[in-house]
């Protein structure tokens, strides 16, 4: 798998949620038979200056536990309004992540689990009517 891919994995109940790329692996390895997608488009992750744009595609319900961490180099990120959870340590150690854009309102973006998320902190987040 080629660096600074998401994987995709569409779970037993149909919602599809972003898993670690690492954890994938290691997964495949050990035999788990997952079906997965693996996207590196340029149109999900753009690369300018050494630091990494993602947009999530649309119908992801959730970013699994550690799914970007240590991604030092990621600055920016566009969650769609489908996502409903973002799991522990999401983004830890994104030190360089200094905005989201999420495709909802403020309210629904407020109603998304994310407590562990490890956000960062400043950080901006734009809506999408903002």
């Given at each position: 798998m080629e660096k600074n891919c998401i994987v995709v994995v569409k779970e037993e109940s149909g919602e599809k949620?972003?898993?670690r790329k690492e954890y994938y692996d290691m997964l495949i390895e050990n035999g788990a038979n997952i079906a997965a997608e693996l996207l590196c488009d340029e149109t999900i992750i753009s690369e300018r200056d050494g630091l990494i744009s993602l947009s999530i595609p649309s119908g992801i319900n959730g970013i699994g536990p550690f799914a970007f961490c240590d991604w030092n180099?990621?600055?920016d990120i566009l969650i769609p309004e489908s996502v409903k959870?973002?799991?522990l340590g999401a983004f830890q150690n994104c030190s360089n992540l200094?905005?989201?854009?999420?495709?909802g309102t403020k309210d629904k973006w407020d109603k998304i689990d994310k407590a562990e998320a490890d956000i960062p902190s400043p950080i901006k987040i734009l809506f999408e009517n903002e």
């Open positions: 949620l972003i898993i180099n990621l600055k959870f973002i799991a200094k905005i989201i854009h999420f495709m």
